[in-house]
């Protein structure tokens, strides 16, 4: 029992040493107030720039709306500017849109409304009205109480059957970031 004991304790050691290379110390000089730097392992590795491409969302959205023949394809404009004023994913609202009325494809004539709204009755003037008007709804509803993903604003958009809503938003969402 004795000889398990010193085994593990000499592992943890030998561990805990080798851990201990792998940071850099610094060794501040009280005097000079000027820190030293210990060169070890971590030290020495070089950080790479990691290069990205910037994605253009407005051709995103557009390019997904061509594949759904959605109409809200001449607003793909409208959604990521009343995302980008409001603070949410501007991936959020035409999921809600795609979900609700299979992006505006199926709604009721004239209501401008494919996000579901007062179960669809809530008539707009234009999509653009109604993309800034859910838009506001959705940060003042939703986004101001801390629900801020199809997850969270679900129970309360859609209290009937959240986890299918979610998963149809969720879908969506991936669908956009698939064409980006």
């Given at each position: 029992m004795l000889n398990v004991k010193y085994l593990y304790i000499s592992i943890i050691m030998s561990v805990a040493l080798l851990a201990g290379s792998f940071f850099v110390w610094v060794e501040a000089d009280v005097y000079k107030q000027e820190p030293k730097h210990e060169k070890t392992l971590a030290s020495s590795i070089i950080l790479e720039n990691i290069e990205y491409e910037k994605v253009d969302r407005v051709k995103s959205l557009e390019?997904?709306?061509?594949?759904?023949?959605s109409p809200l394809i001449n607003h793909a404009g409208t959604f990521i500017e009343v995302a980008d004023k409001y603070g949410f994913d501007y991936k959020l609202l035409p999921s809600i849109a795609c979900l609700e009325s299979t992006c505006a494809r199926f709604l009721i004539p004239?209501?401008?409304?494919?996000?579901?709204?007062?179960?669809?009755?809530?008539?707009?003037?234009?999509?653009?009205?109604?993309?800034?008007?859910?838009?506001?709804?959705?940060?003042?509803?939703?986004?101001?109480?801390?629900?801020?993903?199809?997850?969270?604003?679900?129970?309360?958009?859609?209290?009937?059957?959240?986890?299918?809503?979610?998963?149809?938003?969720?879908?969506?969402?991936?669908?956009?970031?698939?064409?980006?």
């Amino acid at each position: 029992m004795l000889n398990v004991k010193y085994l593990y304790i000499s592992i943890i050691m030998s561990v805990a040493l080798l851990a201990g290379s792998f940071f850099v110390w610094v060794e501040a000089d009280v005097y000079k107030q000027e820190p030293k730097h210990e060169k070890t392992l971590a030290s020495s590795i070089i950080l790479e720039n990691i290069e990205y491409e910037k994605v253009d969302r407005v051709k995103s959205l557009e390019k997904f709306f061509e594949t759904y023949n959605s109409p809200l394809i001449n607003h793909a404009g409208t959604f990521i500017e009343v995302a980008d004023k409001y603070g949410f994913d501007y991936k959020l609202l035409p999921s809600i849109a795609c979900l609700e009325s299979t992006c505006a494809r199926f709604l009721i004539p004239e209501t401008y409304n494919p996000f579901g709204w007062g179960a669809g009755k809530i008539y707009f003037k234009s999509y653009d009205e109604a993309i800034e008007l859910v838009g506001k709804g959705l940060k003042d509803i939703y986004l101001s109480r801390g629900l801020d993903n199809a997850e969270k604003i679900a129970p309360v958009y859609n209290p009937p059957s959240p986890h299918t809503w979610t998963r149809g938003v969720n879908f969506f969402i991936n669908k956009i970031e698939e064409v980006s």
